[in-house]
């Protein structure tokens, strides 16, 4: 059974910095595309960043700030997230997928997600 379990989400000042964490498991880690989205209340569920063997790609309003990264070995993978600001504010899920893609409905297995709060 494919299982994915985030951590390291809380409570920064802005212009701080966070390391988010997923670990994985039940599913062909290897072949599938990661990823991480997040949703603020209110607003649907939006990307934040994609990771494939070969590449990477980051939503405008991250990219420069946030740098996504996978340990195949360990079966996990990772979101820095530097120079936060309070729009950044939002419940954070990994995600893992068969395409590479930023969009929501190509994702098959999802996180329960933690929570990222920045205060100005």
């Known amino acids: 059974q494919a299982r994915l379990v985030e951590s390291g989400g809380g409570s920064v000042q802005t212009g701080g910095s966070l390391r988010l964490s997923c670990a994985a498991s039940g599913f062909d880690y290897t072949v599938n595309a990661m990823a991480w989205f997040r949703q603020a209340p209110g607003k649907e569920r939006e990307p934040v960043a994609a990771e494939s063997a070969r590449d990477t790609t980051y939503a405008a309003s991250v990219k420069g700030r946030f740098t996504i990264s996978r340990d195949y070995a360990n079966k996990m993978l990772y979101l820095q997230m530097d120079n936060l600001n309070p729009e950044d504010t939002g419940l954070y899920y990994c995600?893992?997928?068969?395409?590479?893609?930023?969009?929501?409905?190509?994702?098959?297995?999802w996180g329960q997600g933690t929570q990222v709060t920045v205060y100005s």
């Open positions: 995600a893992a997928g068969n395409l590479y893609s930023l969009r929501v409905s190509e994702y098959l297995y």
